[in-house]
């Protein structure tokens, strides 16, 4: 956005498409941005009673309200424009709750104030970046090294902040371009289901998203974009795929190793090592017994073979999760035949905005009315956010446990069994077989990509029954029923529990990451750091996925922080190694387990990737965003044993170093 005053003369320049671009762009943004520039709240508690949710395409502001809106808004801008008037000052900070809470038509607690601030940066200032405490000439940085491991979103996050420090780093990426999970899934209907102008940096925000839930291309478009803006090619190892770390205890350096594109081994030391190598790129391949005889075509959804044309073919689809929901209903027009084989039903839901481009309104607006933009992210943020979080405990006095866990969430059962047997015309069998009989939110709640509709039609099947085995073309069942398929496709998700698999990390003592967590029961403190592994930081570690609500690049956001915080502390005190005390980190993992238990994700009734067999709560984060922001918004020092030179005992610097992990220093929502 240019600056106030230019945006503000711009917007007015011709009230004809300004008044039209208004007269369809979202009015709780537009309201907000005419409060913040006339101070009005009068007229904001007139329209407030009228907003009823944080979509704001589902506010039913009366028309005449909505022109009020739009009419003031217009004059607004002309009077700034005309007066060359200066940008309003941020206002107070029970100003902006009473807007937030308007806006969005519930209380938006205090709490939550300096976040959405952060988030939606009315300034320039890029609020999540940290900036060294000394003077960064006088640092010994050019003895100093970081390596990344990816370049997905995390990881291009991470080499942002670096950059930004002056930070010597390399990025080893083992595809051939940037992007990650968005790069690896090009299965047809690939698209994010939160939306984008909230699941996108903070501090690049796109203006130019098409849709509002943008399809896969579009966004690896930005993340090219990001990596060109803030040059970060130079720094990307291309077709380096990390095959191990091990720490070099007389070094105090983590000696990394990666296969180059011609399968030579190299590798390169680094005082401190970012895994940002994400959760779901390693596809889980189900054992199923004949999988390997099948002669025809065969792939996993995030390997999706584009050679082969699904045109006229009888297709068979195993899963029914997030992919096989955008998958399924892209490909179902054209094929011959498609047979969706579902283990376990998944709950769906819809949002309206969900198939929608932007509006040209909406669009015009994000680009030339100053805070618009800032204002829908806000409305964006809290409408996919912590809303849902207190409704995903048990109650323990609830009477009909196994399907539902409380009140709101038995009402939101039966609001989606509403929209689904509609979406099925009512076809009451077909509806008894797709909705699950533990409660909504159990496993990733998905959005509805016309899944539903597509089960209704002619050439689409659904096999609820379990597979037995494969042969040369088909899929046989228990019941020894044979369905032929020309080609298979496997939606069945990845290897998330499995974390930093198939990495051979080696840490301090003898200590190795499979070693510790198994297969299947990773740790860290705050998902970031582990004991036994001094200067190595992990990006989307245990339990940082999101499944209540929120966007995983906030989460990004909010680690990245933490490690700059806590690289700038091994620099700035010449820290030779840096580890998370093995006290803190227990006690972290007891209140996160703790709360985790009484959360709908470990519910008996729910099998998924979230958990491991003994039901733990491994990938996900049971708390609000709001707890996680604040739990690694500042880097404690004293959370962590220090050695300033390789080899030397490790300390926890300050005084107080038995008693900083007390049973309050960690937050409980
Ligand atoms: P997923 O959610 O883990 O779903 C895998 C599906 O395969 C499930 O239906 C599962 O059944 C089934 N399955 C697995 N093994 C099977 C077997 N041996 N026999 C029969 N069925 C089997 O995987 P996904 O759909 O790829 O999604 C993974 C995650 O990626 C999502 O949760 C989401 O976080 C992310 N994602 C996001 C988007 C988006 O933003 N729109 C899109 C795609 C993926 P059960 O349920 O019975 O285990």
């Not at 060359?84 to 009473?98: C, G, I, S, T, Y």
């Not at 010994?140 to 990344?148: D, E, R, S």
């Not at 051979?504 to 998902?527: C, E, K, M, V």
């Not at 609000?624 to 739990?631: E, F, N, P, Q």
Request: hydrophobic share 40%.
């Amino acid at each position: 956005m240019q600056d106030f005053r230019t945006a503000v003369s711009e917007a007015v320049r011709d009230e004809a498409a300004l008044r039209g671009a208004l007269a369809e762009a979202d009015i709780a943004p537009m309201l907000m941005v005419l409060v913040q520039l006339t101070g009005d709240l009068d007229f904001l508690e007139k329209v407030a009673p009228h907003i009823h949710g944080a979509w704001s395409f589902l506010q039913s502001v009366p028309e005449p309200l909505k022109q009020e809106v739009r009419h003031r808004l217009i004059a607004a801008l002309q009077d700034h424009a005309a007066n060359d008037r200066p940008p309003p000052p941020q206002p107070p900070a029970d100003v902006l709750q009473r807007m937030m809470g308007a806006g969005v038509g519930q209380t938006v607690p205090e709490e939550y104030i300096p976040l959405l601030l952060e988030e939606m940066r009315f300034g320039e200032e890029d609020t999540r970046a940290v900036r060294w405490h000394r003077d960064p000439a006088k640092l010994p940085l050019q003895g100093f090294k970081v390596i990344v491991i990816g370049a997905g979103f995390g990881g291009l996050c991470a080499a942002i902040r670096l950059k930004q420090l002056s930070i010597p780093f390399e990025v080893l990426e083992k595809n051939a371009d940037v992007g990650g999970t968005w790069l690896e899934n090009g299965y047809p209907g690939c698209a994010v289901d939160t939306p984008n102008h909230f699941y996108s940096y903070s501090f690049h925000v796109n203006n130019r998203w098409t849709r509002h839930f943008s399809r896969r291309d579009e966004i690896l478009g930005y993340i090219n974009d990001v990596t060109e803006t803030h040059g970060l090619r130079p720094h990307i190892r291309f077709g380096a795929e990390a095959t191990g770390a091990a720490f070099d205890e007389k070094a105090g350096k983590w000696r990394v190793t990666w296969r180059d594109r011609e399968g030579r081994t190299e590798e390169a030391q680094c005082n401190a090592l970012i895994s940002a190598v994400g959760q779901l790129n390693r596809p889980s391949v189900p054992r199923i017994r004949g999988l390997d005889d099948f002669e025809g075509p065969l792939f996993h959804t995030a390997r999706w073979d584009g050679g082969v044309d699904l045109k006229g073919k009888r297709v068979a689809m195993i899963g029914t999760g997030a992919s096989a929901m955008q998958a399924g209903p892209s490909i179902a027009p054209d094929v011959a035949h498609l047979r969706v084989f579902q283990r376990t039903p998944h709950w769906a839901m819809n949002n309206p905005n969900y198939h929608r481009a932007v509006s040209a309104g909406n669009a015009w607006a994000l680009e030339r009315i100053p805070y618009f933009s800032n204002w829908l992210r806000f409305q964006l943020f809290w409408a996919s956010s912590d809303g849902f979080h207190a409704s995903l405990h048990a109650d323990p006095s609830w009477s009909s446990p196994d399907i539902s866990l409380n009140e709101a969430n038995h009402k939101m059962r039966e609001l989606i069994v509403d929209y689904v047997r509609g979406e099925l015309d009512g076809d009451e069998r077909l509806l008894a077989k797709v909705i699950p009989g533990y409660p909504p939110y159990g496993k990733r709640m998905l959005r509805d990509n016309h899944w539903y509709r597509m089960l209704k039609r002619g050439n689409i099947a659904l096999e609820t029954d379990p597979i037995s085995h494969i042969t040369a073309d088909s899929i046989v069942m228990k019941d020894g029923t044979v369905h032929p398929a020309d080609v298979i496709i496997l939606a069945t998700g990845f290897q998330a529990s499995r974390m930093l698999w198939p990495l051979d990390i080696r840490g301090r003592d003898g200590h190795t990451i499979r070693g510790d967590w198994g297969d299947d029961d990773p740790r860290g403190y705050l998902g970031i750091a582990v004991p036994h592994y001094p200067n190595l930081f992990l990006i989307y570690g245990p339990n940082t996925n999101l499944a209540h609500g929120g966007s995983i690049i906030f989460h990004t956001e909010c680690q990245v922080r933490y490690i700059a915080q806590a690289l700038r502390e091994m620099v700035e005190r010449g820290y030779a190694t840096m580890e998370v005390r093995q006290d803190v980190h227990d006690l972290y993992n007891h209140r996160l387990d703790e709360k985790a238990q009484g959360m709908v994700w470990a519910h008996p009734g729910v099998t998924s990737w979230y958990k491991n067999d003994r039901n733990r709560i491994t990938v996900t984060s049971p708390w609000r965003l709001l707890d996680y922001w604040a739990m690694t918004r500042h880097f404690v020092p004293d959370e962590f044993r220090v050695a300033n030179r390789p080899g030397q005992a490790p300390k926890v610097p300050g005084q107080r170093a038995e008693a900083v992990a007390s049973a309050d220093s960690l937050p409980v929502s």
